[in-house]
């Protein structure tokens, strides 16, 4: 076993891990982030995207251990702290870019990831920004209009400098510091 400490959703958890422990078995079954979901174990379907020091990563794909002293967040992590949802849940929620939604989680950080490097983007970059995640339902084209929604959305937040409280929470606002207490799980 190996001890890792990983801050997860602002919360820091120190704990053994097996060398080949997969980084989406730690989040689910010793985090408890069961948000982040398997689809394929292969890496191909993206549903277990998390953001692993702000880059978007497929979980499955990346070791635990490789995760040690690094910040992940896990779609349990995005919406604000008093519970606003970030403009992508909401827009994908309100545009209906889902329909049973097992794809949604990854589909989301992925686009955090997107929106992070192209503020602005054209339709066929966010097409490309989400290949990696797979739909089995939508057809992806409200998932499109989902992204554009939010990214105007975030762009015009950005624009409105309005006070810290009136916010949601963005990637870059997912910190860390702001966890109350730091819980160290031994
Ligand atoms: S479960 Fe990781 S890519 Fe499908
Ligand atoms: S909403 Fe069902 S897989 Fe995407």
């Given at each position: 076993m190996t001890q890792i400490s990983v801050r997860v959703d602002g919360v820091t958890y120190a704990d053994d891990v097996e060398p080949r422990t997969l980084l989406v078995n730690y989040l689910r079954?010793?985090?408890?982030?069961?948000?982040?979901?398997?689809?394929?174990?292969?890496?191909?379907?993206?549903?277990?995207t998390v953001l692993l020091d702000g880059v978007a990563v497929k979980s499955c794909t990346v070791l635990a251990v490789q995760a040690d002293e690094a910040e992940v967040t896990t779609i349990e992590g995005v919406a604000a702290p008093d519970g606003t949802l970030h403009p992508l849940q909401r827009a994908f929620h309100e545009l209906h870019g889902l329909q049973c939604g097992f794809c949604t989680p990854g589909m989301i950080m992925a686009s955090i990831d997107l929106l992070r490097d192209h503020p602005d983007p054209s339709e066929t970059e966010i097409r490309e920004g989400i290949e990696g995640n797979l739909c089995?339902?939508?057809?992806?084209q409200n998932i499109v209009r989902a992204v554009q929604h939010a990214a105007g959305e975030m762009s015009g937040r950005a624009r409105s400098d309005g006070p810290a409280s009136d916010r949601s929470a963005s990637p870059a606002d997912v910190d860390t510091a702001a966890a109350p207490h730091a819980v160290v799980r031994a």
């Open positions: 079954e010793q985090v408890g982030k069961v948000g982040t979901v398997v689809g394929c174990d292969t890496s191909n379907c993206g549903a277990c089995r339902c939508t057809g992806y």
